[in-house]
Nanobody, 118 residues
């Protein structure tokens, strides 16, 4: 599975962005999907995850209530709708895939930069 993110950019605090991740290859529906971010000088933070069928998503405390993750297995896409953005959301956002939830990520995208100006 190859993953390609898009949708990053510069936005003012309080604004919204929608990130998308397109997968190529087979068996996309077999993978749990994740959004993971890395801010400058900070380690990786798991932002959200979604199960294989897309009916259950989980969120980190820092984004709960503001971000919504979704997937479309027919289109092989995963989206992250980000609302009420804060300066601390500034980071490179990566799409990742894992066959086993909670295990290491099997595949990563190249990342997309999100910058929130205060």
């Amino acid at each position: 599975v190859q993953l390609v993110e898009s949708g990053g950019g510069l936005v003012q605090a309080g604004g919204s962005l929608r990130l998308s991740c397109v997968a190529s290859g087979d068996r996309f529906g077999n993978y749990w999907m994740y959004w993971v971010r890395q801010a400058p000088g900070v380690g990786l933070e798991r932002v959200s995850s979604i199960n294989t069928v897309g009916d259950t998503a989980y969120y980190g405390d820092s984004v709960k209530g503001r971000f919504t993750m979704s997937r479309d297995n027919a289109k092989k896409t995963v989206d992250l709708q980000m609302n009420s953005l804060k300066s601390e959301d500034t980071a490179v956002y990566y799409c990742a895939a894992a066959k086993v939830p909670g295990s290491v990520y099997d595949h990563w995208g190249q990342g997309t930069q999100v910058t929130v100006s205060s």
